[in-house]
Each structure stands twice: as structure tokens, then as C-alpha cells.
């Protein structure tokens, strides 16, 4: 039966999305630290939808012209001429509830465009905040799928592929896997998955080093939990909107 | 003194080579299965040098102008008009001591040429058979360092990332690592090191499963032996040659 199931691949930095066959795949968008994870939460809490732009610039107006809540940092601080920052705490259900967030990231909306240029089947996002959701999503679906890490400006970083390698442990029996990067994050996750704080942290992981020079310690925990805002995060019309499992 | 060491780089693939800051160091070429193992080997066992070509006519063409040994495979045999192939044990002192060879491979060639065009600061090759003569090199030589996977037409793989894992867990007190790729090469390797064929092949690692099917278990065992041909190669003047190490 090896034969009759789709194939996964990952694709561990952006500059390497081109090596896989994008137009016949779903293309799961990963960028823990902090987008997707910040993205499965709002959609978690009830926004209506998020708009994932390219710019600072382009987040302003967007903004205006929707009334929405634009987002995003630069260098760890809210970006000038925005309103809030990227950490999943500044959007409980009460903020966020019915609102349209207009979010800007450097690698998590780069790697998002590249994919829908490329023609992607279909395009979610993936985080451990709904890694659930993401593993149902894509047994259920039957499709090809490539795992994309966002990285960080094209160099390959821990926790996206470790987010990778958990995906892959739940949803192995289902694809036809021939891939070396799969492989290196499934024992990444192996190693990891005890306590993955401490295993960023013990690694020094660039990422971890990054974040708690501005003392985001509480982000990273919250970003490496399990199904704590477990939605399904569809790239639809320009939009990331709550999904359901294909029925 | 953290800030007095230089810095060390793994570059996974050679699409993710330009992420790097090839001109200020020395690229190590790791194309593990098998070129880098079998240009080690032949050096080793006393060729006078190796001529690296990227195609097989030009093979041939210098192979006759300098009556040299030919070499390359495609798929797995020798390439139509070349003498020799690809494996390590085609190349014991009595038959190659004081040759040249004249050697085509895809993805380690492509990568020494990528990094001669960047203007790196030095290049060598590594493999597990010369594994200390590269980290004796490294150490000594007090400069910058890429660690520069061949990969397989771009696509990561297990071998290369596990040797440039084995160089990091040696030298990685004379260097500043702050990159992801190298602390997965690490962590990858520790899993491995206690029998690496054996790792290899309950992954299912991509070029296990492509070698075996060519009857070449043996190659494998060989390429994954640590100092059996433990010689310094050096990239000079067009070159692979015997080297020493830095006075």
C-alpha cells in the first residue's frame, strides 16, 4: 500500500521551497517563534479573520482602509505606526473577538507568498499551539504535503523544525516519506520533545537567545505547548480564517 | 574570550550557501557519500593530485591532455567514457600512488566551484576517513569556517549534516557557534555516533536506500569510518593535493 499514500517533504528554509513540487502539495506554513503561533491564537480567540501583509507600510494602510488592528514588530518592539506586537498575550477573546487583524511578519508572510505564487493546492499555518488540529487537518486531506519552515532570513532555525519533526511523528503512517530533512526533524523532536524550553535553551538555540535578550521567556513556553489554541488556520482569499477538517 | 574566537557556519545545502559569508573563511566540502571519502582515500594512499571537473566531457577531454585517470558515476555506474568509478576501493596505493585523477561528481564539485567563485579564503574537503586531519587543519588555522554540505541537487541530507556534526563536537571550543544548522549537525551526530551505519540505516536515509540498491553496503561502512585515510586535501591552483597543516 506504500505506493498509494501522498508523499511529505520539508522544506527547512524558504530558499529551498523551490525543490519541491509546491502545485501539487498543501504547504503548511511554520514560524513558531512567534507568527504562527500568535496566528493560531487570535484565531483561536474569535477574530474574524487576519490579513498577513508584506510591510509596515502596507500594514498602516490596509489598517486604515479596513478599520482593522494592525500588528508587528521590528527588532523585538512594536513597529512604528502600529498598534500591537506579535506576542500571542496581547490578544485575549476580548480584545481580538470579531476583529480583523492585519498582521505583518519578515518570515512567516514571505514564505506564505512564495507558496501561493508557486500555486500551492492549499496553504495552512502550523504552530505547537495547534498542532492538533494541523496533524487532523492533513490525514484527513490526502494530499501531498511539504512542511515550510520560515526560518530566519533563509537560515535554517530549531524550533521550526522541530515543530516539523512533531507533525511528522503523528502523521508518518499516512504519507510516503523520502526525505532527509523529515528525518532530521523527527529526531530533533525525539530529543526534544520531553521539554523543549530546556531544549532550546540548553542548545542555545539563536532564537531563544533573541527572544529572552527582551525578556520574552513566557512567549517561547507558550509557543512550545501543545494544542493550547487548537484551530485550523486557513489561507483563503487572501485571508487566514478558522477552518474545518475536509469532510 | 568568546568574542576573539572566529565564527563557524554549517551551510545544509549549497542553496543556502550565499547565507554565508563564504569570502572572510575556509568552506569545507563535505559530500560524504562519496566523493569527499574516496578523494580522501585516493590522496591517502599517494596520487599526486586531483583535478575536480563538473561534467563528464570535460572529463575526458582533460583526461586525455594530461593522461590522467578518469573518473565519475551517473546512477550508479561509471559514466560511458570514463575508466573508473566512484568507490573508494577502486583506488589502492599500486594503482593510483603518483596519478592524477581526474574526477567529475555532481553535488561536491558544484559546491567547491560555488565556493571558489565567492573568493572563500581557503577550501578542503571532508569525511569521516580523514576527519581529524580536517578538524587538526580547522583548529590551527584560526580563521572563519563554513562547513559546506554537497547535498543532493540542493536537497539536505543525513550524511554530510552528521559529518559536519562530528567536526563541530571537536573543535566547537575554538569556535562562536551561534547557528541552528550546526547545533542540529551536533545533535544529529550524538544520536549517531555509536554506530552511524546503523543509524543510517534505520532512518532510511535517502542514499542508503540508493546505494544499497546498487549492492554498496560496503562503500557505505567504508565512508562512515572515522581516520582511515587521514590526510589534509587542499584545493590549490585548480587542485586537490596532499596538505599540511598550518605552521
Not at 501539487?24 to 506554513?29: A, F, G, K, Q
Not at 517563534?33 to 490596509?62: Q, W, Y
Not at 512594536?78 to 473577538?97: H, M, Q, R, T
Not at 484551530?231 to 485571508?239: A, I, N, P, Q, T
Amino acid at each position: 500500500m506504500k505506493g498509494t499514500k501522498p508523499a511529505l517533504y520539508t522544506s527547512l528554509s524558504p530558499a529551498l521551497l523551490h525543490l519541491y513540487d509546491v502545485s501539487r502539495s498543501i504547504v503548511v506554513i511554520i514560524d513558531v517563534l512567534r507568527a504562527t503561533s500568535t496566528i493560531a491564537t487570535v484565531l483561536f480567540n474569535g477574530a474574524k479573520n487576519i490579513i498577513p501583509v508584506d510591510s509596515v507600510a502596507e500594514c498602516i494602510r490596509l489598517g486604515k482602509q479596513i478599520e482593522g488592528i494592525t500588528a508587528g514588530e521590528r527588532d523585538g518592539h512594536i513597529a512604528e505606526g502600529l498598534v500591537n506586537g506579535n506576542s500571542p498575550f496581547e490578544y485575549s477573546k476580548e480584545f481580538i473577538g470579531g476583529k480583523t487583524l492585519v498582521l505583518t511578519t519578515t518570515n512567516g508572510t514571505k514564505l506564505l507568498h512564495m507558496a501561493l505564487e508557486k500555486g500551492a493546492k492549499g496553504i495552512i499555518t502550523g504552530s505547537f499551539p495547534n498542532l492538533s488540529a494541523v496533524c487532523d487537518y492533513l490525514v484527513a486531506a490526502k494530499k501531498p504535503v511539504i512542511l515550510g519552515c520560515a526560518a530566519w532570513k533563509d537560515r535554517v532555525n530549531i524550533e521550526d523544525t522541530l515543530f516539523a519533526g512533531a507533525v511528522i511523528s503523528r502523521v508518518k503512517a499516512h504519507f510516503d516519506i523520502n526525505c532527509d530533512s523529515s528525518k532530521m526533524a523527527e529526531i530533533m523532536y525525539n530529543d526534544a520533545k520531553d521539554d523543549m524550553y530546556e531544549f532550546m535553551k540548553s542548545k542555545n538555540a539563536s532564537h531563544y537567545l533573541r527572544l529572552t535578550k527582551y525578556g520574552l521567556e513566557k512567549d517561547i513556553r507558550y509557543c512550545l505547548s501543545e494544542d493550547v489554541a487548537n484551530v485550523l488556520c486557513m489561507y483563503e482569499g487572501g485571508k487566514l480564517v478558522k477552518g474545518n477538517l475536509p469532510s
